[in-house]
């Protein structure tokens, strides 16, 4: 499986890459990448919604009326949860809300994710972009030339440059992450996937050869 390298310029370099069939053209399992994405966003949720039990409302203790003969509820005291101000019956406490997902399934996401932008047509692949300085408006000239201005992209880089990285941060529809750490999420919350030319290699290697014998 072969893709054309784009330039900076958004024309035909005349080079080309080698995409590994087991990474970008397998049929995608929706279920696990249902799985990785939950897993991805439990993880990263605070968890710290808490609401007040009787025990830590402020307010009298005194027995507000007898315990029967009154033809209501029983209210042992201001603190009761049938007063406004009272306490919150069964209300949300801190926890954890992450959850552990087995390696080979994360990885068998990811490869489904990235074979699901490949079949929407959704992936390119660009040479290496090198500035001298941090500048926005550079990054966006390449946007503009590639056509990618209005469009919710990822870019994929071999490492994270400096000046590439902070040049593109303040920019709303643009992410930047390191092949080794892309994930499910990330790919499938963008529309596009830009993958640098000299981060491709990582990304083949997301298929050990075992597993790749083991899929034909």
Known sequence: MELKVVGI?????????QLNEAVFGIEPN???MWLDVKHYRANNRQGTHATKEKSMVSGSTR????????GGARRGS??????????RVFGPQPRYYGFK??????????????????????????????LNEPKTKD????LKNTD??????????????KNVFLSSRNIGKVKMTD?????????????????????????????????QEAQQ
């Open 63 to 70: 027995k507000l009326i007898r315990q029967k003969g009154g």
């Open 148 to 161: 990618l201005e209005n469009t919710k992209t990822l870019f994929v880089c071999n490492e994270l440059n």
């Open 179 to 211: 092949a080794a750490e892309v994930n499910t999420y990330q790919i499938l919350d963008n529309q596009k996937l830009v993958i640098f030319e000299d981060a491709v290699g990582k990304i083949n290697e997301l298929v050990t050869p075992k597993e």
């Open 9 to 17: 310029d958004g024309k035909d370099t005349g080079r080309t890459v």
């Open 139 to 142: 990054f966006i000239n390449i």
């Open 101 to 130: 997902l087995n390696q080979k399934i994360k990885r068998l996401a990811r490869i489904s994710a990235l074979s699901s932008k490949m079949k929407d047509d959704a992936i390119m692949i660009m040479e290496r972009i090198e």
């Open 78 to 87: 201001i603190k009761t949860p049938l007063f406004p101000g009272g306490a």
């Open 30 to 32: 929706t279920h696990v």
